[in-house]
């Protein structure tokens, strides 16, 4: 069984940092990708970053100098660093991981940005 963990949701005010932190079950490097993705209240989910086995990354334009993906191979995390936030970024984030043609998912943590 793959079980997906985050960490470190909260409530800031506009323009504070959260780190957000997704632990795995197993060797993070036995998925082909992992990623967080966001969803608002009546809103579709979206893709905010993912990072690939080899270590590529990807960003949302959205959220590119403001946010960054990364790994920690010690702690076999997948961390997103969140900086300047702001009111839109309110949303349940979510840890993805795909291995071959599977998808996971862990149950998410909340981010509210106060204005």
């Known amino acids: 069984q793959v079980h997906l963990v985050e960490s470190g949701g909260g409530l800031v005010q506009v323009g504070g940092s959260l780190r957000l932190s997704c632990a795995a079950s197993?060797?993070?490097?036995?998925?082909?990708?992992m990623g967080w993705y966001r969803q608002a209240p009546g809103k579709q989910r979206e893709l905010v970053a993912r990072?690939?086995?080899?270590?590529?990354?990807n960003h949302a334009d959205s959220v590119k100098g403001r946010f960054t993906i990364s790994r920690n191979i010690a702690k076999n995390t997948v961390d997103l660093q969140m900086n300047s936030l702001k009111p839109e970024d309110t949303g349940v984030y979510s840890c993805?991981?795909?291995?071959?043609?599977?998808?996971?998912w862990g149950q998410g943590t909340q981010v509210t940005v106060s204005s």
């Open positions: 990072i690939s086995r080899g270590g590529s990354t």
């Open positions: 197993g060797s993070i490097l036995s998925f082909d990708a």
């Open positions: 993805n991981a795909v291995r071959y043609t599977t998808s996971y």
